[in-house]
């Protein structure tokens, strides 16, 4: 017990609190649009249990990859395609290279839909809701995946699993309570649903590109090289900034339009 109370593990914690509020953002984004597909009575339900289960699931899927890590990167199978594709795939690989395309699928046809509909107001209505437990194991399902990649960052800090899992679970309640308002935020405020559907889109391009680094892959003899968290986020603030500009921007010439001074 004393050696968990040591200086070192204490600030390993605050680090790693810090890390999965970072990297939770996009999972929660995630969570805010996916639980919007349940009926609308069961949706406050479906992101509490959706993001409960996520964070015991996630608990338990640190345990297992402290005690399997070296099995976890050890390669499954290889593609030597010479000029046209090549890589080493392992267990992450595989769940960072099919979580990043469905992922990007999952943002593609959002925006596809969002476009295809003529009355906005009526939309959720004319669309047929999945059930609260579907929505809720994808939900679940999605989280896992986002959950490697923070657990992988995590270990490069340390292998503690008490401060490993205290950081889990103090970024889960801060899920658990943030779930609601960001929701109600994106649906007081539609127009902001596009911005969150592309920014998704690039934490999918994040997810391929950590994948395709870490198996070593190559299409047509070019390397697949990951994004940084620094340009992503860079990336996340200019998509914000932009938007905010162009939605004042906007209003501005909707006053004038309008004969009124903004």
């Known amino acids: 017990m004393a050696e968990l109370l040591s200086v070192e593990n204490f600030a390993n914690l605050a680090v790693l609190i810090f ?3 970072v990297l939770g953002f996009d999972n929660l984004l995630y969570i805010s649009i996916e639980s919007q597909r349940a009926p609308a009575a069961q949706q406050a339900a479906v992101r509490r249990w959706g ?12 345990f297992v990859m402290i005690k399997l890590i070296s099995s976890l990167t050890e390669p499954f199978f290889d593609i030597q395609w010479t000029g046209v594709i090549e890589g080493s795939f392992n267990f992450a690989t595989i769940v960072f290279l099919f979580g990043g395309a469905f992922i990007m699928y999952t943002a593609v046809k959002e925006i596809f839909h969002l476009l295809s509909i003529d009355d906005l107001a009526s939309e959720h209505s004319e669309r047929t809701a999945s059930s609260a437990m579907k929505v809720t194991a994808m939900i679940v399902f999605m989280n896992l995946i986002f959950s490697f990649d923070s ?3 995590a270990l490069a800090i340390t292998d503690v ?3 490993l899992a205290v950081a889990i679970l103090v970024s889960g309640a801060a899920m658990y309570l943030l779930a609601d308002r960001v929701t109600e935020f994106i649906q007081k405020n539609r127009k902001y649903e596009v911005l969150g559907l592309f920014i998704l889109l690039i934490v999918g391009v994040v997810l391929l590109g950590e994948g395709g680094h870490e198996a070593h892959l190559k299409l047509f003899g ?4 990951p994004m940084s968290k620094a340009t992503f986020y860079f990336s996340v603030t200019v998509l914000v900034i932009v938007d905010v500009i162009q939605s004042k921007y906007r209003r501005k010439l909707e006053a004038q339009k309008q004969g009124v001074n903004p």
């Open 161 to 163: 699993f008490a401060v």
């Open 19 to 21: 890390l999965q509020a």
């Open 151 to 153: 657990i992988l960052s």
């Open 222 to 225: 070019h390397a697949v090289e």
């Open 51 to 62: 993001i409960i289960i996520a964070v015991a699931l996630r608990v338990i899927l640190l």
